[in-house]
């Protein structure tokens, strides 16, 4: 009965590689979000989705491509893997948008390790 | 630039005493902020949330003050346990999500 999973919980690749984190919301929330937490533990926005589509893209490199095949799914795909994408990636799911008193609802996090 | 700055030393206090933790921001006008809770390998967790027009919220051992004027946010734990002991985090919503502080670590000594 979790409310926001992702999957993997560790991911260990190469550099230049192509990888996928995948994550999942049974609350039937509206907006979708990626954050990204590096060493110093800095949680910075990547990417919103509100109903599958697109509200944020926060200067986040091309290589990262978010997915949203519906509403309870939103998807991260990594092209090219570089060495500063070895982070902390945290899926995160609010009722509504920001415009109004939402708090988000977080996943686990997916530990991504470029080599 | 918009900024959240929290007390980026750790915060180490005994058991049973009140725990003070800060957030200051710049260049924001936000209609509320939240504070969050993060442990060691989990994700944020959501704690209180306290709108512009109100100065204080409470719940349970845990009180939060919003000061717009002053542009700060004080967040209070009373009587804290060793199981207080996280990260805390700040967090204002300019537009379309939430922008966090980078935390302040508490721990709590028996």
């Known amino acids: 009965d979790t409310a926001v999973s992702q999957t993997p919980k560790y991911l260990v690749t190469q550099m230049g590689n192509d990888k996928s984190i995948k994550c999942e919301q049974n609350?039937?929330?509206?907006?979708m979000y990626w954050y990204k937490q590096d060493s110093k533990k800095f949680l910075k926005i990547m990417f919103s989705?509100?109903?599958?589509?697109?509200?944020i893209n926060e200067t986040v490199p091309n290589r990262f491509s978010p997915k949203s095949p519906d509403k309870a799914h939103l998807n991260l795909h990594i092209n090219s893997l570089e060495l500063g994408d070895s982070a902390v990636y945290f899926c995160?799911?609010?009722?509504?948008?920001?415009?109004?008193?939402?708090?988000?609802?977080f996943g686990s996090g997916t530990q991504l390790s470029v080599l | 630039s918009q900024k959240i700055e929290q007390n980026s030393e750790a915060l180490n206090i005994q058991e049973g005493k009140t725990a003070t933790l800060t957030c200051n921001y710049t260049?924001?006008?936000?209609?509320?902020l939240q504070w969050y809770r993060q442990d060691p390998g989990r994700g944020p967790v959501f704690l209180l949330l306290?709108?512009?027009?109100?100065k204080e919220k409470r719940k349970e051992r845990l009180k939060v003050t919003f000061d717009t004027t002053l542009k700060q946010s004080l967040f209070h734990i009373t009587a804290s346990q060793p199981a207080d002991s996280a990260t805390y985090l700040c967090?204002?919503?300019?537009?379309?999500?939430?922008?966090f502080g980078k935390g302040t670590s508490l721990l709590v000594t028996p």
């Open positions: 995160a799911s609010s009722q509504r948008d920001m415009t109004t008193n939402e708090k988000l609802f």
């Open positions: 967090a204002l919503a300019p537009r379309y999500a939430l922008n």
């Open positions: 306290i709108r512009e027009n109100e």
């Open positions: 260049n924001y006008s936000p209609a509320y």
């Open positions: 609350l039937g929330h509206d907006t």
């Open positions: 989705y509100n109903n599958k589509e697109l509200i």
